[in-house]
Nanobody, 124 residues
Framework: QVQLVESGGGLVQPGGSLRLSCAAS????????MGWFRQAPGKEREFVAA????????LYADSVKGRFTISRDKAKNTMYLQMNNLKPEDTAVYYC?????????????????WGQGTQVTVSS
């Protein structure tokens, strides 16, 4: 059974940085793609970034391009999201997700496995 565990959320001031981690276990991830999504109160879950386990150009939502960087450490089966220049509108619960497919990576329905989420709050 695939398990995803996020960590690294917290409270940060506008302009600050956080790094989220997603530890994956219970599967062979060499053929998987993984993504980050977020959900703010009263809003739908939205795509943030995605990366394939074997390489290729990462995908980013327009709202985070130039500020967020997705990466993965294959040896540790861990994915990261480095978030810089955080804004109050980045406040949300952040989820990591995994899929054995390689298409439609910006769509939540394309993912088979989800973590429990980690809260990110950007406020002064």
């Amino acid at each position: 059974q695939v398990q995803l565990v996020e960590s690294g959320g917290g409270l940060v001031q506008p302009g600050g940085s956080l790094r989220l981690s997603c530890a994956a276990s219970g599967g062979t991830f060499s053929d998987y793609a993984m993504g980050w999504f977020r959900q703010a109160p009263g809003k739908e879950r939205e795509f943030v970034a995605a990366i394939t386990w074997t390489g290729g150009s990462p995908l980013y939502a327009d709202s985070v391009k130039g500020r967020f960087t997705i990466s993965r450490d294959k040896a540790k089966n861990t994915m990261y999201l480095q978030m810089n220049n955080l804004k109050p509108e980045d406040t949300a619960v952040y989820y990591c997700a995994a899929t054995s497919g390689l298409f439609r990576l910006g769509i939540p329905g394309a993912y088979h496995y989800w973590g429990q989420g980690t809260q990110v709050t950007v406020s002064s």
